[in-house]
């Protein structure tokens, strides 16, 4: 990692914060629940929008008839074209991105 100052003591890195916030995810064949992560100070749309083929998703779980959990995985990444819908749920992550 990189730190870089100008001449007034603003610093600049190489590190991106983002805000985890909880969403379910319908693709053609599937429903899952996890975690995207959005840029402080940006929109959840904006990281929908982003021109790039795979959306992360972080502590994924793919749900089956009634909500039960078929797989779970640390990270994946969906493919843009696959995505149906996408909802922020209803919990502690949505509520990180107003702060």
Same mark, same amino acid.
């Given at each position: 990692?990189? *730190?870089?100052?100008?001449?007034? +003591?603003?610093?600049?890195?190489? &590190?991106?914060?983002?805000?985890? &916030? /909880?969403?379910? *995810?319908?693709?053609?064949? #599937?429903?899952? @629940? +996890?975690?995207? #992560?959005?840029?402080? +100070?940006? @929109?959840?749309?904006?990281? =929908?929008? @982003?021109?790039?083929?795979?959306? %992360?998703?972080?502590?994924? /779980?793919?749900? $089956? %008839? +009634?909500? &039960?959990?078929?797989?779970? %995985?640390?990270?994946? %990444?969906?493919?843009? /074209?696959? *995505?149906?819908? &996408?909802?922020?749920?209803?919990?502690? $992550? @949505?509520?990180? =991105? #107003?702060?």
């Amino acid at each position: 990692m990189t *730190i870089e100052y100008d001449e007034k +003591g603003k610093f600049y890195t190489d &590190v991106i914060t983002k805000l985890p &916030v /909880s969403c379910l *995810i319908q693709t053609a064949t #599937h429903l899952m @629940r +996890g975690f995207i #992560h959005v840029r402080q +100070g940006e @929109r959840f749309k904006n990281e =929908l929008e @982003r021109d790039e083929s795979f959306l %992360a998703v972080t502590n994924v /779980s793919i749900l $089956g %008839a +009634g909500d &039960v959990v078929l797989f779970t %995985a640390p990270f994946m %990444a969906i493919n843009r /074209s696959q *995505i149906v819908w &996408v909802m922020p749920s209803e919990d502690e $992550g @949505r509520e990180a =991105l #107003h702060e």
